[in-house]
């Protein structure tokens, strides 16, 4: 498969889609607090989706091979779920962090976006982790111009989160996203530079680091005799794991990041750009 390189309409169309996954997070937001479930979560989602942007949830019955159907409207994943957790009864509670990921399809596209949440309030550890995934996310997103490769991203967030004594998760990447929820390229948050895929003007795919408290294993999670449900991703030892998810453009001058809204977290001080390069579309 190779990659899409989006025109100027598929831009904007992108650019409209984008926008609206990051709304749906800067809507979620204070109603992530103690006592909340998830599933209420996935709830308001799916109706702020269906009912007010007249868009749809991509995750909702999304089946890749060896899936079965994904049973909700966005994935949150809790303290040691490292990726695709599942909506459920259960509280959060104070010192929980989240990750909430979510993809409204909007006129045929694709707006995929995550961010983590912290929980009321949460230890000096638990709120170092999701800062240093953030600005890891970020020292990616810096690194995208034309001419520059897939793996400049990657080692530069690899180099930072190790830096900070963390760990990259090497099962699952970023990917391209346009009409298709999973496009070409996969995009590796660890490598060395100067390697893969050259960076061209009208490529867009996320970049999404999964960063571990503890080591970068991750496994299934079958606790006892509860059977797999197919999706919910964990760290090995069970360390906390906190991951940040922007889709990004390649511009003619450097990135343009789609997935900002009026509520998005600004980008740390080493990410501001000169206009020739903008942060929001």
């Known amino acids: 498969m190779s990659i899409v390189i989006k025109d100027a309409a598929g831009i904007a169309g992108m650019r409209t889609a984008c926008r609206l996954g990051s709304e749906v997070l800067d809507m979620l937001t204070p109603h992530i607090v103690p006592g909340i479930t998830t599933r209420e979560i996935d709830r308001l989602a799916h109706d702020y989706m269906v009912n007010v942007q007249k868009s749809i949830p991509a995750t ?34 104070d010192g929980d962090i989240v990750n909430v990921d979510v993809t409204p399809i909007y006129d045929g596209w694709h707006g995929d976006n995550s961010r983590m949440f912290v929980v009321g309030k949460a230890s000096i550890a638990a709120k170092r982790l999701c800062q240093v995934t953030f600005e890891a996310m970020w020292k990616g997103i810096v690194k995208v111009r034309p001419g520059a490769r897939l793996g400049d991203i990657g080692h530069a967030i690899q180099t930072y989160a190790e830096k900070n004594g963390y760990s990259v998760v090497r099962e699952y990447c970023g990917h391209g996203v346009g009409q298709k929820f999973h496009e070409e390229p996969q995009v590796l948050h660890y490598g060395r530079p100067g390697t893969l895929e050259e960076l061209v003007p009208g490529m ?35 360390s906390l794991s906190a991951q940040w998810e922007h889709t990004v453009l390649v511009t003619e001058t450097g990135y343009e990041v789609l997935t900002m809204s009026a509520g998005s977290p600004p980008p740390p001080d080493f990410a501001l750009q000169p206009a020739s390069a903008p942060v929001a579309g």
């Not at 909702?60 to 490292?82: I, R």
């Not at 991750?218 to 991703?233: F, L, S």
């Open 60 to 93: 909702l019955n999304y089946q890749p091979p060896g899936h079965p159907p994904y049973p909700a409207s966005l994935c949150t994943s809790v303290n040691d779920v490292v990726c695709h957790g599942i909506p459920d009864d259960v509280p959060l509670k």
């Open 204 to 238: 867009i795919f996320t970049i999404e680091p999964m960063i571990n408290q503890g080591r970068k294993d991750i496994k299934d999670d079958r606790k006892g005799n509860k059977p797999y449900d197919g999706w919910t991703i964990v760290t090995k030892d069970r």
